[in-house]
């Protein structure tokens, strides 16, 4: 065994000491598995960002996949143990909120303006809001479609009952309108532009700027509780895609905007300004607009939900505390 | 030579002083950087409060008189909205020209787009209110609510995020701070290795071949001459050092080589010579023996007296020659090894007495008292004619030094010794000449006028010594010189020939 000099022992004891003075001791970190419910939107780049560029597993996290198509599916998944946290927009955990089941929201991942809108074949002489008075309108009830259209019949002055709803799954949208047995549809992100790009000149788009969706990862309170480290480094996998989407917001969701473009053959329609971790007024005021609604015309009893109270700002007050813009309700 | 010796020195010196103050200052200028960042922010923070403060008691104004606007349906509610409506947009460009970052300038932008929302309306609820139609009416201000609160939750996101955002620059400044403290720590301890490393090498090539040469110094002084510092590649003051050390070493072993061969040349020379001589001087002796005894025979036939005194002065330089040649053949046998002791059970008191009546006539001729104390026998292992050579040559030097002075001479016994003082009052040899007294052909007095080779006193130490004893000159006030001489009473080294020694019984 070749002979070690003193001064390099004497070296190493003492780069040693001082490292652990400097950094503190850590013990080495072994991946936590965690279930995430995703469902196909462009909305959730910076959860599909983050998957792609490794960031939960350099985070120290396993992260499982299972797909649904809705959000709403997702976070059906997530209450039922199917998985420990779920993809969803707002209006399905305020249903579900609503329905009384514990969501817990970890974070909000964007805010979009034209993630949703209504399409309708310009055969069916629909030129506003306003013409779909008794016309058949397709949407996924229970989602944030079902909102974005009361906001757009509210502007127009008619009424859910004016009009035909018809409750189908997304899958099902672009064949049903092929039938014609749709006027129009109510639909989001990749599909909306899938389905603008199948029927060209045929089709026709109608947008309303009174309607925010706020993509966003939620979950079973009490399970979330329950793997609260995992749920914490799964967060900071968040923040570093959203870091990196700052970094470099050209180049960043590049293979996303490429995927997009492939299968839609439009243009990714946001951008990187759009995404944003945390957890907000804006996210509490809306949820608080769509209870509003859901109570009056759906008919939910009881005292009007405190929103605040379905934050669970801990995992970001964590990681990346300038993120969380509401008072702490815990 | 090249000044490297210099270079390890004081080059790695520079290099971590201009290490450590490069470090130091850069770490100062990190500090006095983040201070001016935090001093900056801090100004923009106080101002963008001012302007939320400012901000929140519009929106709410505007509240109030859209409210009222469409309860009363008064239109001029309307242009106060509009004039308020207007302040709000100028304070939002405002907040844009203050630079407050790119996280708040996103809040600013959605706070802008949020008043154009409202503004358009604001313009539908007013045509609405002008129409007096209820339904648009309603919807209208149905649709300004929804985006107030928008606006609102905008405003509320903006004001926490400015708190936040001063949270995050202390947290912020504190993990600097750290970060700070680390990176100082760290340059201390790079620091203080290259210290280390350089000192490593300084040892290396400064302390470490002077240890060697110390080392070397003390081996050649220990005898062993073929001893030389290890030399290197290295071209610095230390291996010149070396060189010539090792340069020095090889002179000073051929001049030692050279004082050898002179003195065994010398010693040949003396043995030789005084055996050369021995031949001639018996020959000379026997014939004058016979020419004493015919000169005796002629005398006595009324011969000239004159040719008999020459015949007596002739023999007694002929007995001194022989006493000088006598000296030079001890001590080429002490030289070479080969003075042998003939020890005996010998009285020294009954020698030095019979030594003192031998000498009776010369001592009064030379008017030299001695005075012994002594017991009544002082009885050892040893050669008695070589004890009385020390005498001899101890006497002969009063004699020459210290004619007329009185001897004091003092026998006892110590312990296993016998010790015997010799002491004369004459002038006593100087402080400077005891070193080198016992020495073979020195004289403590060379300007005496008094002849002789100056090997008494070497005689006497080496006969002492080869007794198992020991001499030495002692000094004492009013006194000449006083030589100490011990001799063991059983001799601890055995003569090496005895062949005829007698042996105790």
Redesign the interface.
Known sequence: MPRIPK?AL??AT??MI?FT???GLHSPTSALPLRLGIVNAASYSIVFAALNEGDFSNNGIAITTREYETGKDALRGALDGEVDLAMVYETPVVLASLDGHHVGIVSALARLEDDTALLSMKKSGIRSFEDLRHKRVGLTLGTSAEFFLY?GL??A?ISFTDVKIVDIDPSEFVTALERSDLDAIVIWEPQLSETLNRFGNRISRYDS??Y?AIPMIAGRRERILEVTEAVTRFVRGLADSEARL?SKPHVAFKEIREQFKKSTGKKFPWNA?DF?IGL???L???M??EARWLMRTRGFQGPFPDFNELLMPQFLDEVF??S????DSR | MKLGLANKIFGPSIAILTFLTLSIGYTGFEFARESELIKANSEISHRLNAMLAELQQLLNERQVHVHLLVQERDLIRNERVITISRKISKLLDGFLDLKPGPAAGKYVRRLIKGERDLSKARKELSSSIVSSREAEILRGYTFWRIRQEKLLADFQDMNIYNIRWIEGLVRSSEGRRLQSFRLILWLFFAGFCLLLMSAASVSKGVIRPIRQMTLAARRISSGDLETRVALSTREDELESLARAFNSMTEHLIAANTQLREAIQSRDQFISVASHELRTPLTALGLQLGIMGREMSAIQKDGSSSRTARAMTVANRQLHRLNQLIDDLLDVSRIQHGKLILRRSSTDLVLLCQELIERFQDQLAAEKVEIRLQAPEALIGWWDASRLEQVLVNLLFNVFKYAPGSPVDLRLFCTGDDAILVFQDYGPGIKAEDQRRVFDQFERSVKDFGVSGLGLGLFIVREIVEIHGGGVRLLQEENAGAVFEIRLPLKGEVEPPIKEDAPQAT
Not at chain 1, 324 to 327: A, C, K
């Open positions: 001064v004497v070296l003492l780069g001082t003075v400097t950094n906001l509210r502007g002055g700027d009174l925010t700052r300004g944003e907000n007024n804006q509490v005021t809306v608080n607009q505390p300038q969380v813009t509401v008072l």
